[in-house]
């Protein structure tokens, strides 16, 4: 199915060279880039393989230990590349295999591993098998590899079940058969243009094992799985019953997600993993190269199910990332994480920001309650200050976190795009996610001026706002009070720290309401998510602190919103 060669196999001394550590993923910072909004090489105003390469040197001096890219496969990009066309070839609007080979290359040099998206709940409907299952009608073998069903009614008019599109509308699509009258149903679980596999099928798990090959013979370091809980659904595709499911979702086990049995395909794809465990290491040691999932499930308890030992290696926690700032919710959402990570032995994962919610530091500067997508600015002082210190309270608990690019540089959500440039295909279909994902995507700025801040020498896919200069790299670099040298500082403090990073417990200590304070090993952290300062004891030399704070002797008095790091040591 590719239209390009395959670049030569990254040799086993460039992977090594970034494997000194069996199990780096449990204590590791992992910053995920948007391809198309993180460098433009070529002034085309879409970001693309090359630019990312150019600015692994930044994301090596920022501390972070992985990159995780999202999708850049060839896709006709009906949803920004999550539509994808063919899962061995890179979009031209990205580069080609070789750019991705010494993208792959390049961050091994620097000691950075590559973690790349896989999307195998769906493809994109201009993947091969999809448009040859339209082409050959009815009974085609191509579409048992998909959810074709005949409609419900006298004709055939009604889909065959109630599933709704989390884009919005009917999970249906009918089709036109090539004699040209209306025909069988498709199921998308997104938009249209994205039908759904049948896991079912042997096919497609013989196709993805292969992809995954395809990938790993590249030198990747891991696979962030989109949809992870998706793939499988109920048996007979049963009804839901339920015309405002988009609610349930989150709450419930439904008849399309969290299904038991995507834990055998991911037991089936740990084995292929296995067999790339680097040689060096000794027989029977954990591979270093990791799954990670986006499994939205009901509870972190049923997310627990899929990092057992021999299933996925981490999953993200979006309990936490929609948890409000509130030292009561945070401290129970903690506990529990730890709680169920802890029988199965894998790591917690933290995470604030991502490309499909609201940037924290906008969630941060409004009200609670509002969830994870938000469309107005609030109090952007406010955000900034509460951002801040939930990062420094998130880089200390234990396990694995997440950055999303531009976080830090203390990025707003860009809330005022005009209706004409948005691109969310959500947005189009008037019902389902709000449709604003758009505002967490515009490209981020690097330099004070220029016709997109640094991002390129043609302007940028998405405006970015006359405010981005001053929120550039350019501009906070060497600034003290700098979002991004507080980044910089506690990335570099982490790695420092022994009691931080990698572990599965925390000691929690005495503090006063509305403030969270624990201990792990020689290191404190204290955050007060009040409006109002507290003064709490000192616990040693400050390491790091998110805002100014007063210290006199025994006590400390934190500031509103503040997060503060002490050794003991």
Known sequence: MSQQHLAAPADETAVATVAQHRDWWRGAVIYQVYPRSFADSNGDGMGDLEGVRSRLPYLRDLGVDAVWLSPFYASPQADAGYDVADYRAVDPMFGNLLDADALIRDAHGLGLRIIVDLVPNHSSDQHEWFKRALAEGPGSPLRERYHFRPGKGKDGELPPNDWESIFGGPAWTRVTEPDGTPGEWYLHLFAPEQPDFNWEHPAVGDEFRSILRFWLDMGVDGFRIDVAHGLVKAEG????????????????????????????????????????????????????????????????????????????????????????????????????????????????????????????????????????????????????????????????????????????????????????????????????????????????????????????????????????????????????????????????????????????????????????????????????????????PSHGRVLLASGELTVNGPETTLPADTTVWWTTA
């Open 237 to 536: 595709l049963p009804d839901l019953g339920d015309h405002d499911q988009l609610k349930l979702l989150g709450n419930d086990v439904m008849p399309f997600f969290d299904q038991d049995g995507v834990h055998e395909v991911y037991r089936e794809w740990r084995r292929v993993l296995d067999e790339y465990s680097p040689k060096h290491f000794v027989q029977g040691a954990p591979p270093d190269r990791i799954f990670v999932a986006e499994a939205w499930t009901p509870t972190v308890e049923r997310t627990a199910h899929y990092v057992r030992p021999d299933e996925l290696h981490q999953a993200f926690n979006f309990q936490y990332l929609s948890t409000d700032w509130d030292a009561d919710e945070l401290r129970v959402v903690i506990d529990r994480t730890l709680d169920a990570m802890r029988p199965v032995g894998a790591p917690a994962t933290w995470v604030l920001s991502n490309h499909d919610v609201t940037r924290h530091a906008t969630r941060f500067a409004n009200e609670p309650g509002l969830g994870t997508q938000i469309r107005t600015e609030g109090d952007r002082a406010l955000g900034l200050r509460r951002a801040r210190a939930a990062t420094l309270l998130m880089l200390a608990l234990p396990g694995s976190a997440y950055l999303y690019q531009g976080e830090e540089l203390g990025l707003p959500d860009v809330v005022d795009l005009p209706d004409e440039v948005r691109q969310d295909p959500a947005y189009f279909r008037g019902a389902g996610q709000d449709g604003f994902r758009d505002g967490c995507r515009v490209p981020i700025p690097w330099t004070r001026t220029g016709s997109s801040y640094g991002f390129g020498s043609g302007g940028s896919w998405l405006p970015q706002p006359g405010t981005w200069g001053a929120l550039s790299v350019e501009a906070q670099t060497g600034d003290p009070d700098s979002t991004l040298e507080l980044y910089r500082a506690a990335l570099a403090a982490r790695r420092e720290q022994p009691s931080l990073g990698a572990g599965d417990s925390v000691d929690w200590l005495t503090a006063p309401e509305g403030v969270l304070a624990f201990r792990r090993g020689e290191v404190v952290c204290v955050a007060n998510t009040t409006a109002t300062p507290v003064t709490v």
